[in-house]
């Protein structure tokens, strides 16, 4: 059986906003992590991981937002993670290291330069 994550990209000036429809999970983390790093190798100077239509996120999806971390600092931002997912990052104190926002367009208004 193979499972599908539908994940969108859009841009908004230079930066992308990324969003998958669905669970993210060991098996389609894969396409998150492609989809996140593709975003930033087509030019995007900053980045909107918008999570209002997962509801779910395991260590591997934590893996791929350290790895864009690690390439744009603190041009990522994470926005929208319905109440589990947002537990998740304060669990593991990813709210001490990702800039997290309730709303895309607040992520949208703070990257914008």
Excluded: C, W
Aim: hydrophobic share 45%; net charge negative.
């Amino acid at each position: 059986m193979t499972v599908i994550v539908d994940i969108t990209t859009n841009r908004v000036g230079r930066t992308a906003v990324v969003t998958p429809h669905g669970d993210i999970d060991l098996v389609t983390s894969p396409e998150f992590h492609t989809a996140v790093h593709a975003a930033i190798d087509e030019g995007a100077t900053a980045l909107v991981i918008d999570l209002s239509d997962a509801g779910f996120l395991d260590s591997t999806a934590l893996g791929v937002l350290v790895s864009a971390h690690r390439r744009l600092k603190d041009r990522l931002a994470i926005a929208a993670a319905r109440p589990v997912v947002q537990r998740l990052f304060e669990v593991t104190q990813f709210t001490t290291v990702l800039r997290i926002y309730p709303t895309v367009d607040g992520a949208l208004d703070d990257l914008r330069p």
